[in-house]
């Protein structure tokens, strides 16, 4: 068992009584430790004009000399490992800040101060790891916040944000959450996958990643429809990475988590609330302020509201080639959400005139699946053909026949490839 989880556990009955007097002086020490540093800390003159790396720098040299006095005796492993631990505490994301470093966990999951979780190559794991009371892990969110400016309050008890690395925070309070602050952290890769990575990884097949390629460059609108986990946002940013240099893309989310590498590009983020509940800025209102910024596309992270009427009008108005993803279970059921969303943000249409709308709109369905063992792949190319009597027509062009199996091509050929102008492949 490693150090941090002799620490963050407490010792089995069964444990030997070495082994528990052990984990009762490394958890005594811990305890003193962080509490004569955050005093020393705060008795610092300057300490509110200090930067973070200040901070930092002020912290670790603290810690140093308080371990003299509290753990003088500590191997050189625990003195180092204390050391982590407290800096962690103070200025860190306390007992998963190891989870965040560690680049083979995608998921972080804390189901209050006694429950962390994670999910490793899709594969969700009780890690035994706890916070020591509500109080801490509430600091650690009110730490995570505080980079994007969010709330999140007994009269806000909900938010979602991003962290200073990209990832995404989503947290709920109690009474909310009943079992106590109930925190998500979704993380991304650091590294930018391409076309070529997904056909790596079987998610995709060469010609289905050409076929996509090229429908990008072509300036089709696709939604990028999945389950949660799935892999929309990834496969979102990758095929930004097929859009020409020379367009200018407006994205919109909720908190940003696309990436793409453009010269001309412009991101916008929704806002919250402020405490006394004006100021809020909603998706929709960004999708109608994008289309006075002269984009050539605009990509909705999801279309989730009543911003969903608003995209489908810029995707027919001259906004062609624009990227969005849903929540669905199949590309059909993507077509019906989608239906549903403009139906409920008070659309008065009639549903014959809102699946028009649809059929006229939206040009590709790319639908996205994740298997028992965690793996993400695409199970699915779907093209809107149109309308037939009061239904929206589909097309399936690539498919698998099992999950083992390659996507294949279906035999049937595009009818939207080549109806618009498109730049080519760059």
Request: aromatic share 2%; net charge negative.
């Amino acid at each position: 068992m490693s150090l941090r989880a002799r620490l963050l556990q407490p010792p089995t009955p069964a444990a030997p009584a070495a082994a528990d007097d052990a984990w009762v002086r490394l958890h005594a020490a811990f305890r003193s430790l962080t509490a004569d540093v955050r005093r020393r800390l705060s008795e610092l003159p300057d300490r509110a004009t200090m930067t973070d790396a200040q901070l930092r720098s002020s912290a670790e040299s603290v810690v140093v000399d308080a371990l003299r006095g509290v753990a003088p005796d500590a191997t050189a492993a625990d003195a180092e490992f204390l050391r982590r631990s407290v800096i962690d505490d103070i200025l860190g994301l306390g007992p998963i800040q190891d989870f965040i470093d560690d680049p083979t966990v995608t998921e972080i999951m804390v189901n209050g101060a006694d429950g962390v979780w994670v999910e490793r190559a899709g594969v969700l794991a009780h890690t035994g790891r706890s916070f020591e009371s509500d109080e801490q892990l509430l600091r650690v969110v009110d730490r995570m916040l505080r980079v994007s400016g969010r709330r999140v309050d007994q009269a806000s008890p909900m938010v979602d944000a991003r962290l200073a690395d990209g990832s995404r925070l989503n947290v709920v309070l109690p009474p909310l959450s009943v079992d106590g602050p109930a925190v998500t952290i979704r993380k991304f890769a650091t590294a930018d996958l391409s076309m070529r990575d997904l056909v790596a990884q079987g998610a995709l097949s060469q010609e289905a990643a050409d076929f996509l390629a090229r429908a990008v460059a072509e300036r089709l609108n696709v939604l990028v429809s999945g389950g949660t986990g799935t892999g929309k946002t990834t496969l979102l940013n990758v095929l930004s990475g097929c859009i020409g240099s020379d367009e200018r893309v407006v994205t919109i989310e909720d908190a940003v988590e696309l990436t793409p590498h453009m010269p001309n590009l412009v991101r916008l983020e929704t806002r919250p609330p402020n405490a006394e509940g004006a100021g809020e800025v909603v998706v929709r209102d960004l999708v109608r302020n994008a289309l006075r910024m002269r984009p050539n596309r605009i990509i909705v992270g999801e279309v989730r509201g009543s911003e969903t009427i608003d995209m489908l009008q810029a995707m027919n108005t001259g906004h062609e080639g624009s990227l969005s993803t849903v929540h669905a279970n199949t590309p059909r059921d993507a077509l019906r959400r989608v239906e549903t969303m403009v139906i409920l943000g008070g659309s008065d249409l009639p549903l014959r005139a809102i699946r028009e709308q649809v059929a006229s709109s939206l040009d590709l369905v790319v639908h996205l699946v994740r298997d028992a063992v965690g793996s993400r792949y695409v199970s699915c190319i779907t093209e809107v053909t149109g309308m037939e009597g009061d239904l929206i027509s589909t097309a399936d062009l690539y498919t698998r026949e099992s999950a083992a199996g390659p996507l294949a091509a279906t035999g049937l050929s595009s009818s939207r490839i080549g109806t618009r102008t498109g730049q080519g492949l760059r």
